[in-house]
């Protein structure tokens, strides 16, 4: 079975801090994504990667940057955490194909900005 | 940018009933369309999908429709179980990204 798993279940953080996001897979997968999901609007895309050191923006990139120095593994950082990037984060994985293959999510971070 | 509409945000069903959520695209480009299913403190996972070249898509108890002319896409939930209850999230993609809807609380009373 895929695995994806995500660092944190639950995170607080303060206003103006720094903030890493882990995500790990371990099916080998090119593409690994980083969502974040809010009541009513979704699961809206930040980031996505398809292969190591690469990364292009999603639709919400702003306020985030990734870092993918390694297949298995996707980061995505909040260089200075704001209240209005309290939110669930979601993680994904998936074969090559960037849009016709399942992703696998992992169970979420929920990240509180104080 | 793709949209994609999701209704109704949220569905309560008896045991045994039917279910149907029902989503809209603007981007003619979009040709793939998966469902995906979050249960509570878990991430979504796909439960079907379908192509543009495909009209409808059934797996036992669920089944997906699509009419590309129309630009709206549905998820048919049949004899639902309480094991059903959970957030649904239509999605619609074209190469290179998926665009989800709002998502649907789906509760399936016993």
């Known amino acids: 079975d895929v695995k994806v798993t995500q660092s944190s279940r639950y995170l607080v953080k303060r206003t103006g801090e720094k903030v890493f996001l882990e995500c790990v897979q371990d099916?080998?997968?090119?593409?690994m994504f980083w969502y974040r999901q809010d009541p009513g609007l979704g699961l809206r895309l930040i980031y996505f990667s398809y292969d190591v050191k690469m990364k292009e923006k999603g639709d919400i990139p702003e306020g985030y940057s990734v870092s993918r120095e390694k297949k298995e593994r996707f980061s995505l950082i909040l260089e200075s955490a704001s209240t209005n990037q309290t939110s669930m984060y979601l993680c994904?994985?998936?074969?090559?194909?960037?849009?016709?293959?399942?992703?696998?999510f992992g169970p979420g971070t929920r990240l509180t900005v104080l | 940018g793709e949209n994609v509409e999701q209704h109704p945000s949220t569905l309560s069903v008896q045991e045994g009933d039917s279910a149907v959520i029902k989503c809209t695209y603007s981007d003619s480009a979009s040709n793939y369309f998966p469902w995906y299913k979050q249960e509570l403190g878990k991430g979504p996972q796909l439960i079907i999908d379908?192509?543009?070249?495909?009209g409808e898509k059934k797996d036992q108890r669920i089944a997906v429709t699509l009419n590309k002319t129309a630009k709206h896409f549905s998820l048919h939930i049949t004899e639902t179980q309480p094991e059903d209850s959970a957030v649904y999230f239509c999605a619609a993609g074209s190469a290179r990204q998926l665009t989800f809807g709002s998502g649907t609380q789906l509760t399936v009373l016993p």
């Open positions: 379908i192509r543009s070249n495909v």
């Open positions: 099916m080998d997968h090119e593409n």
């Open positions: 994904a994985s998936s074969p090559p194909g960037l849009v016709y293959n399942e992703q696998f």
